[in-house]
């Protein structure tokens, strides 16, 4: 990629408008520093310097896109609760629209709390509902994504599903079929419960864990994973898939070409928000026409830089941009 090139797809990024779907939640830390072991039980003591709140799952997502300079749309479903109105404030903090996120009675506001001492984390408390939404709760969000479909212009969908139970079988068939019909791309970030469900997407975006899981191929060998991948497009139609395979970069397919992407040399802190910064780059790039070789290197690229702060952090754009000129650029 030319330097000139990488800087024009970057500008390009401001353009796009990203409806992101799924399970927003709210990360918490409390940090500090262990200096003892509890004389109660054989656990560390955290002596609390610090309380954050930050967006989470589907939010950080959309944090990440605005990040990269994108206009992210939510659309989700959180409780009628006060962890739902510190969220609203989180939104509101960063200028990001929470106009079609639904307030529901019956679900609680998922918060994932994590305890961190000394720059490690050493214990997550998680506050969260994992049924799936109720018929009438999801035909009024399915209502409320068509509706912002209509009336916006959006390059790229995004699934970023936690397992929470805001995206529902039925959801997923009638949004992407929605979707296919206007002519907009669909990226995914599954997870198990409807790893199979997502047919004829544009990107499937799984890790080799989940692939492993949604294949139930536990000794799934990386050597031959565009194998796989034909299996895994034979049980579900989609045009690319992309996995990400940890310490061994990432791999990308469309069925005709195929690229493994090594990863790069990393001092990791923290894999929290590694792979909502993938798919947050990967979605653009995708919305902007680059290749898929080149979304690969691009989203690989973002996965390590988020990995060497603690916590779920987006991934900046100016020290991407860098990044990419610096690596990628010939």
């Known amino acids: 990629m030319k330097k000139e090139y990488l800087r024009y797809k970057f500008k390009e990024f401001d353009r796009v408008k990203a409806l992101v779907i799924g399970d927003v939640m709210i990360d918490s830390y409390f940090l500090g520093k262990v200096h003892r072991i509890s004389p109660e039980a054989p656990v560390p003591i955290i002596s609390v310097d610090k309380k954050e709140h930050r967006l989470g799952g589907a939010a950080n997502v959309a944090l990440n896109l605005k990040s ?25 903090k960063e200028s990001i629209a929470t106009d079609n996120i639904l307030l529901d009675e019956s679900r609680v506001t998922t918060v994932k709390t994590r305890m961190i001492g000394n720059n490690t984390q050493l214990l997550r408390v998680d506050e969260e509902i994992t049924d799936n939404i109720n018929t009438d709760i999801e035909q009024k969000l399915i209502e409320t994504i068509k509706n912002t479909i209509e009336n916006s212009e959006i390059k790229v969908i995004i699934f970023e599903d936690y397992d929470k139970g805001v995206i529902t079988p039925n959801l997923i068939t009638e949004i992407v079929d929605f979707a296919n019909k206007k002519g907009i791309p669909t990226t995914v970030d599954p997870k198990k419960n409807n790893f199979l ?35 895994l497009n034979d049980l579900l139609p989609h045009n690319i898939s992309f996995v990400t395979l940890s310490e061994q970069g990432v791999f990308i397919t469309d069925f005709n070409e195929k690229h ?37 290197e691009l989203a690989n690229l973002a996965g390590g830089l988020v990995c060497e702060k603690v916590g779920v952090v987006p991934i900046e754009k100016n020290i991407l941009l860098s990044e990419a000129i610096e690596k990628l650029a010939d």
């Open 260 to 296: 493994h992407i090594p990863a790069h040399l990393r001092n990791i802190a923290d894999v929290s928000g590694a792979g909502d910064s993938v798919i947050s780059v990967a979605s653009l790039a995708l919305a902007v026409d680059m290749s898929i070789k080149e979304i690969a």
């Open 68 to 92: 990269l300079g994108a206009t992210p749309i939510v659309c989700s479903v959180v409780g009628n609760d006060s962890n739902a109105q510190l969220l609203m404030q989180l939104f509101e």
């Open 197 to 231: 469900n997502y047919k004829n997407v544009t990107l499937f975006k799984p890790n080799l864990k989940e692939l492993k899981e949604g294949l139930k191929e536990d000794d799934l060998d990386i050597k031959n994973i565009d194998d796989y991948l034909i299996k």
